[in-house]
């Protein structure tokens, strides 16, 4: 019997996980295959595995035979599968090729009648790649995981949804504490942190950078192009995040700022078995507070963010996933002195919610962070450079991570 690649994917999602996704907590995929012969069960065994292609390699005689030796392509079988918390079940209910393949989840229960197994094989292959059921597959666990490359705290739309947040917050600062037309136009930074998503452990990495433009007729108003490209490895599995931004931060008092601003991003993982386009617009709104020797900038944001169709390998498909987020903190300067240096230590907090569209595992999260670097109001005309960290946390989830950035 041979079952490749998306063949795998799809039998390998569907069951309520049972004794597989207990056995495999720390893992992102596990199966549990039973070999039955005439007077019962002969043997069971399980396997645990990080990443999609893993299991794509067990799909086969020698695979399935080094979970349970004592299989063989004329016995009685069933997997029970869990695909990153989707559960599936996949079975040969007879000692013949048919192949019954069931996500209860989704309503799916189709059996696949070959000339033999792998003829039912190749044919469950054909109807996952050609019937777009890797894109249901994406939106069940937009729902039911935090570890969702789409939709997980470090996925492609938490990271549009901040990058658009934080494009508003850190160039309104910039403006109030004096910012002008020979001013550091460029920023680079880097960050690399630590996640759990429910008890699986991994690390995020991620390279954030910008340009503006700003008007020399109107303190204020500039144009932002804003991206970042990130890495987020969890349990073994790897996804990868870009995009790019434009903002437009147009001042309406000399307090109060509206930001609009378009997005694109992509993300692909073929770990996780999953890729997405995602467009996206955002308007937020910053209003500067002056406290004496503080500042503050009170931010409010509300963004629509949703997948589109993208193409990369064997993958190509949306996931139909979208969502309004809603996003408001506060950032707080204070001017501090450390042997003779002007400084300046920020704080922020800020609250995130998705809403208004596909239903979110992690619907909302909440985050803190503090950052030292120089003084913007004493030094904006030249470059400057912030370190901050940040703690983020949400429903079953959560990331600390350490950050520098450059303006130049």
């Not at 790649?129 to 729902?143: F, R």
């Not at 950078?209 to 349990?235: C, D, I, N």
């Not at 995130?352 to 596909?358: A, K, V």
Request: hydrophobic share 40%; aromatic share 10%; glycine share 10%.
């Amino acid at each position: 019997m041979k079952i490749s690649g998306l063949l795998a994917l799809s039998v390998m999602a569907a069951l309520p996980v049972a004794a597989s996704a207990a056995t495999c907590s720390n893992k992102n995929y596990g199966v549990e295959l039973f070999v039955y012969g005439s007077s019962g069960l002969i043997d069971q065994g399980t396997r645990c595995e990080d990443t999609a292609q893993s299991f794509f390699d067990l799909m086969n005689n020698a695979g399935l035979k080094s979970i349970v030796p004592a299989y063989n392509q004329n016995l009685v079988s069933s997997a029970q599968i869990s695909f990153n918390s989707l559960p599936i079940l996949v079975d040969f209910e007879t000692s013949g090729p048919d192949l019954r393949f069931r996500i209860a989840a989704l309503g799916i229960d189709m059996t696949f009648s070959g000339t033999d197994r792998d003829a039912s094989g190749d044919m469950l292959e054909d109807y996952v790649k050609k019937s777009g059921i890797l894109s249901k597959i994406l939106e069940y666990q937009a729902t039911h995981t935090p570890n969702s490359p789409i939709t997980g705290p470090d996925g492609m739309i938490p990271v549009a949804a901040a990058t658009d947040f934080d494009t508003a917050m850190s160039d309104s600062l910039n403006e109030y504490l004096g910012a002008g037309s020979e001013s550091p136009s460029s920023t680079l930074g880097a960050a690399y942190g630590k996640v759990d998503m429910d008890g699986k452990k991994g690390d995020i990495t991620r390279i954030p950078f910008s340009h503006v433009w700003r008007s020399k007729e109107k303190p204020g108003q500039l144009f932002t192009l804003s991206g970042s490209l990130a890495q987020v490895t969890v349990a073994g599995a790897a996804s990868y995040h870009g995009g790019l931004g434009i903002a437009f931060r147009s001042p309406m008092t000399t307090r109060w700022a509206l930001t609009p601003s378009l997005r694109y991003s992509v993300t692909g993982s073929a770990d996780l078995a999953s890729v997405a386009g995602m467009y996206a617009a955002a308007l937020a709104s910053t209003y500067h507070v002056p406290l004496g020797r503080f500042d503050m900038v009170i931010g409010n944001m509300a963004g629509y963010y949703k997948t589109t169709k993208f193409s990369v390998g064997d993958y190509s498909f949306n996931p139909d996933i979208k969502t309004w987020a809603l996003r408001n903190g506060v950032m707080l300067s204070q001017p501090v002195s450390i042997s003779g240096v002007p400084l300046s230590v920020e704080y922020s907090l800020v609250d995130t919610r998705y809403t208004g569209g596909t239903e979110f595992f992690v619907d909302n999260t909440q985050e803190i962070g503090v950052s030292l670097g120089t003084n913007r109001g004493g030094n904006i005309d030249k470059a400057f450079g912030r370190f901050g960290l940040r703690y983020l946390r949400g429903k079953d989830s959560s990331s600390i991570s350490l950050s520098g950035s450059y303006w130049f």
